[in-house]
């Protein structure tokens, strides 16, 4: 069930033309700023294949002094392990070609509650 809906998502997310996508991650981006005025630290993923982009979050985070914390996927494992980058060189492509942390980046230990 779980591979058909993902399946299914992946081919609408794959029908979005460029303007689409940078309209609606312009649109996260200004939603997103106010959420940063206290935070000391903020989990994202890496945009890839037409998600919303979020380069841009990252940048204005490092740009006020928040850290920034990305998964890395363990496929053996089937888990994640969250890392601190400070940088766009503490990228990696991996599996799929995502570019995830490298694994000699700084782990983040803190606990995230939503």
């Not at 998600?51 to 363990?74: C, F, H």
């Not at 940088?87 to 606990?111: G, S």
Request: a positive charge; proline letters at 4%; one cysteine or more.
């Amino acid at each position: 069930m779980k591979r058909k809906i993902r399946k299914k998502m992946l081919g609408i997310r794959r029908k979005f033309d460029n303007a689409f996508v940078a309209i609606q991650s312009y649109r996260v981006y200004k939603k997103i700023i106010p959420f940063l005025e206290n935070l000391s630290s903020i989990h994202i993923y890496y945009s890839m294949n037409n998600e919303i982009e979020t380069k841009q979050i990252i940048r204005l985070a490092w740009a006020r002094g928040i850290k920034v914390v990305l998964p890395r996927t363990d496929f053996e494992k089937h888990s994640l392990t969250n890392y601190v980058i400070n940088d766009w060189n503490d990228l990696e492509p991996t599996k799929f070609n995502m570019l995830e942390p490298k694994i000699d980046c700084e782990i983040f230990q803190k606990i995230l509650f939503l």
